[in-house]
């Protein structure tokens, strides 16, 4: 037991001397530029893009509700082809069982679809 | 390899396991009463007629109810049995949290009906949460495999943030569906992550029977190599069912989501969330690793007496109702974990744990259910009025209604003649059995602090002069009833606690 858990951790410890070598590393080079560099900060230098275009609004602005309304629509679908996928290369094997759970499975989603649309979310508002 | 090669191996037909639809009949019901109601109420032009929901969702609780003590009679004439292919199984332990849940349902719609129609936010999405909810229970208790075991845990959950949320108008309401939201999704990985670590050491994920994680661990050889894994994994387990219970220190999300849920919703997360859980602690780690007992039965023990001290000490600090309930649910939940613990120690002495936790999830749940009821009336339209000043004057005002409540707080307190007495005596007895005597003490002590609390509402009611703001406290009929069935239950309990002791008794001993 103590050899099988040593040599567990000892795999991790490779994750580990990695990333603190990252972080060393890049601890090192940001400060060591920190520290030499003159600074000077204006108002125009610290803004997102000092030569592009100035940006409009806060970063906190609101976003269209029903996108989020499609999107979980588009999960409930995608997971259903996700399942119907591998079902289908193998229906043979599962034969009339098989064919009746999907049956189940795709009219349950299909309640669901029912239930979205008198609900009026597929109605682009 | 050599599948790829042999073409005729390909189309072998796959052999299903067998189902046994008769034995799915109660979770196949809550499910077809949510599909049905949800579906149809969706597809009529204006909804339902007023408390056609709710009536729909008690008759499907009482269907699912009456199914489970058929099934009940069905183990007692041929032994325990399980369902498709091993992953769900029908015993004692497994109907009688069962039946717990379909009671908690029965009473959480019975008092929902009349409070969403008192706040005008009448729909049919929050009775088919409920059964969602209760379905999700159902299989959690009767789970014999942890990735069902997750499903059932994710199916409650899931409806139960939603549920937490569902006054739309309360912001509190959505502040506590958020966080209980976001801390419950950490349990539920913490859970999953134990989940996979258990699979690592021991190759399965099935939990009694042939080929499951119990004969892996009584054969010791493959998992003496993994044993780190193996311990890691149920202490991650424990901790995402720590969390469902409340238990501390993974309690402090109670106190905010019970506070700012709808009153009936914090009464059904009281008593069948808390069921289920204790179902799958029950069926998943003291039931399914005895062999590892002591690992993780020092676990329990801390668990059971931090819960204990730390639910009644705070409860007693807190001025808002709600708030003292959900202390006072987590110091239940300690006297639960107390029966556990008990039933940790295996052998008769187990049994007789195991027996004492079923019978305290019962009569928990009723009691919980009709405290909560109680609050539900008094906290009036808005569902705001939950301070201790909102009870002053009750006893002079609706001295029915006060003295139900008195008999829920009592019962509680564990006074003599109440349910609530019975359940903490068979816990205490059940540890004292066992040899844990430091765990009994201080489950004691903890009843005495927490009495303190139950009194203090009981004064406000009937001493403390002057009378309440606000309107006065109505009672519809349906959350009358339900108030009505958990007095006479707590009561009748009480008085004649042998039937329902030996109940207990008989579904520790029918084990699958």
Redesign the interface.
């Known amino acids: 037991?103590p050899t099988?858990?040593s040599s567990?951790l000892r795999g991790w410890l490779t994750v580990a001397i990695f990333g603190t070598l990252g972080l060393l590393l890049a601890g090192l080079l940001l400060g060591l530029s920190a520290l030499v560099r003159p600074k000077r900060p204006t108002v125009e230098k610290s803004m997102a893009y000092e030569s592009g275009v100035d940006p409009v609004g806060d970063g906190w602005s609101q976003s269209q509700i029903r996108y989020y309304i499609f999107a979980l629509l588009f999960v409930m679908f995608d997971v259903e082809a996700v399942f119907i996928f591998p079902w289908a290369t193998?229906l043979?094997?599962?034969?009339g069982?098989?064919l009746v759970e999907m049956g189940v499975f795709v009219f349950?989603l299909l309640?669901g679809l029912?239930?979205a649309w008198?609900?009026g979310v597929l109605r682009w508002v | 390899m050599h599948l790829l090669l042999s073409p005729m191996q390909?189309?072998?037909?796959?052999i299903?396991p067998s189902v046994n639809w008769g034995s799915l009949t109660p979770l196949l019901v809550l499910l077809g009463a949510g599909?049905v109601l949800?579906?149809g109420a969706?597809?009529s032009a204006r909804g339902w007629a007023k408390g056609l929901y709710a009536t729909l969702t008690a008759a499907a609780a009482v269907a699912a109810g009456v199914l489970q003590f058929v099934l009940w009679n069905s183990t007692v004439h041929h032994g325990p049995k399980s369902l498709v292919g091993e992953a769900l199984v029908v015993d004692g332990p497994s109907l009688f949290i069962g039946i717990s849940i379909c009671a908690a349902l029965l009473l959480a719609a019975l008092v929902t009906d009349d409070y969403l129609r008192r706040e005008d936010i009448d729909s049919p999405e929050v009775y088919g949460l409920y059964l969602m909810a209760a379905l999700g229970g159902l299989v959690m208790a009767a789970s014999n495999d942890l990735i069902v075991l997750f499903l059932g845990l994710e199916v409650l959950s899931i409806a139960l943030y939603v549920l937490a949320a569902s006054h739309r108008k309360r912001i509190e309401s959505q502040e506590a569906g958020l966080k209980y939201f976001i801390l419950g999704g950490f349990s539920s990985a913490f859970f999953l992550y134990g989940v996979a670590l258990v699979y690592g050491a021991t190759g399965t994920t099935r939990l009694r029977g042939p080929e499951s994680i119990k004969t892996a661990l009584a054969l010791t050889v493959e998992t003496?190599?993994?044993?780190?894994l193996l311990v890691v994994g149920v202490a991650l387990l424990l901790v995402g069912l720590a969390f469902k219970v409340a238990a501390v220190p993974f309690h402090s999300w109670t106190p905010d989501v019970y506070q700012g849920a709808p009153t009936p919703v914090t009464g059904f997360m009281a008593s069948a969330a808390k069921a289920a859980a204790f179902g799958a602690l029950l069926r998943s780690v003291v039931l399914s690793m005895p062999e590892l007992r002591d690992d993780w039965r020092p676990a329990i023990w801390v668990l059971a007496i931090l819960t204990l001290v730390i639910g009644s000490t705070l409860a007693v600090v807190q001025t808002n109702v709600k708030r003292m309930l959900a202390y006072s649910s987590i110091s239940h939940a300690g006297f639960i974990l107390v029966g556990i613990e008990a039933a940790a120690h295996g052998g008769e002495s187990g049994d007789r744990g195991i027996a004492s936790v079923l019978f305290y999830v019962l009569t928990y749940a009723v009691l919980v259910s009709g405290t909560f009821a109680v609050s539900t009336l008094v906290g009036r339209s808005g569902d705001g009025a939950h301070g201790l000043d909102s009870y002053r004057g009750l006893g002079r005002q609706r001295p029915v209604l006060a003295l139900a409540l008195a008999v829920f707080l009592l019962a509680q307190a564990g006074v003599p003649l109440t349910s609530g007495f019975v359940a903490k005596f068979s816990v205490i007895t059940a540890a004292a059995d066992a040899s844990s005597y430091a765990i009994a003490i201080i489950a004691m002590l903890a009843a005495v602090i927490g009495a303190f609390l139950y009194l203090r509402i009981i004064v406000s009611m009937f001493l403390e002069d002057g009378d309440a703001e606000g309107e006065r406290v109505s009672i519809p009929f349906g959350t009358g009833a339900a108030i009505g069935i958990s007095v006479a239950f707590t009561l009748v309990v009480g008085f004649f606690p042998g039937w329902l002791l030996e109940l207990a008794r008989d579904a520790a001993t029918r084990l699958y």
């Open positions: 037991m099988d858990f567990f193998q043979e094997r599962y034969a069982f098989g349950v309640l029912v239930y008198r609900k | 390909q189309t072998d037909k796959l299903s599909l949800l579906v969706a597809l003496d190599k993994h044993r780190a």
